[in-house]
C-alpha cells in the first residue's frame, strides 16, 4: 500500500523549533518529489516547499524562506522539514505529499497524488 | 506570484444536483491546473489534474475544463460523500515558482 505517514508535531514555544518527518513506503520514494503542505486551523491549504528526487533542488514559501528547511534520506525513505524560529502563524496542520511530476524537456505537473494523514505543530507560549 | 481565487467560497446544494466552481489565475497558466477534495478531519485528495484529466479511482462525475486563467470542477450530480471542501491549486513554471492553491469552496448540503 502506497503511504505517508508525518510525526514529530507538537507543541513549542515561539522562537523555538521542531522536525517534522513523513515516512514513505509502498512505492519508490527516490522517484519522486516531494512536498510540505500546511493548513492552519480553519484556513485552507498552503503550500511550504518542495524537493528534487536527489535533494539538489528546494523551493519554499516566501513565508517561511530562511527559518524551515526541506530535506530527504531516500535510504531511509524519509522526508523532514527543520523549523526554527517558530511564529505564531506557523500553527497548523502539516501534510506531506508526493508529487506527480512528469519531465522530458520541461516539468509536467500532474498534482500531489498522495498525502499523508497530517501532524499537528501549535506555536504558543 | 500567481494568486488563484475561487467561487462561490460556498453553495449548499442538494443530492442530485449538478455543482460547479470556477477557480481563477491572476495570470495564465496553460492548463497546469489541478482540483482537491478534503473533508473535515482528512487529508486532501486529488480529483483532476493538468485541468481536465480524472486522477485514478475518481468517479466519473467529477470533470474539470479550462486553460489559461479561467478553470470549472463541475460534479454532474451531487452524492452524499460529496459533501466537502473543494480546491484548485497550480503550477505554473513548476518548480522554481511554487505551488499555489485557492481559497476553497465549501459544499454543503442544502
Known amino acids: 500500500e502506497v503511504q505517508l505517514v508525518e510525526s514529530g508535531g507538537g507543541l513549542v514555544q515561539p522562537g523555538g523549533s521542531l522536525r517534522l518527518s513523513c515516512a514513505a513506503s509502498?512505492?519508490?520514494?527516490?522517484?519522486?518529489?516531494m512536498s510540505w503542505v500546511r493548513q492552519a486551523p480553519g484556513k485552507g491549504l498552503e503550500w511550504v516547499a518542495n524537493?528534487?528526487?536527489?535533494?539538489?533542488?528546494?523551493y519554499y514559501v516566501d513565508s517561511v524562506k530562511g527559518r524551515f528547511t526541506i530535506s530527504r534520506d531516500n535510504a531511509k525513505n524519509s522526508l523532514y522539514l527543520q523549523m526554527n524560529s517558530l511564529r505564531a502563524e506557523d500553527t497548523a496542520v502539516y501534510y506531506c505529499a508526493r508529487d506527480a511530476v512528469g519531465q522530458l524537456v520541461d516539468y509536467y505537473y500532474y498534482g500531489m497524488d498522495v498525502w499523508g494523514q497530517g501532524t499537528t505543530v501549535t506555536v504558543s507560549s | 506570484d500567481i494568486q488563484m481565487t475561487q467561487s462561490p467560497s460556498s453553495v449548499s446544494a442538494s443530492v442530485g444536483d449538478r455543482v460547479t466552481i470556477t477557480c481563477r489565475a491572476s495570470?495564465?497558466?496553460?492548463?497546469?491546473l489541478a482540483w482537491y477534495q478534503q473533508k473535515p478531519g482528512k487529508a486532501p485528495k486529488l480529483l483532476i489534474y493538468?485541468?481536465?484529466s480524472l486522477q485514478s479511482g475518481v468517479p466519473s462525475r467529477f470533470s474539470g475544463s479550462g486553460s489559461g486563467t479561467d478553470f470549472t470542477l463541475t460534479i454532474s450530480s451531487l452524492q452524499p460523500e460529496d459533501f466537502a471542501t473543494y480546491y484548485c491549486?497550480?503550477?505554473?513554471?513548476?518548480?522554481?515558482?511554487?505551488?499555489?492553491f485557492g481559497p476553497g469552496t465549501k459544499v454543503d448540503i442544502k
Open positions: 495570470q495564465g497558466i496553460s492548463s497546469w
Open positions: 509502498g512505492f519508490t520514494f527516490s522517484s519522486y518529489w
Open positions: 493538468a485541468a481536465s
Open positions: 524537493i528534487k528526487q536527489d535533494g539538489s533542488e528546494k
Open positions: 491549486q497550480q503550477a505554473n513554471s513548476f518548480p522554481s515558482r511554487g505551488i499555489t
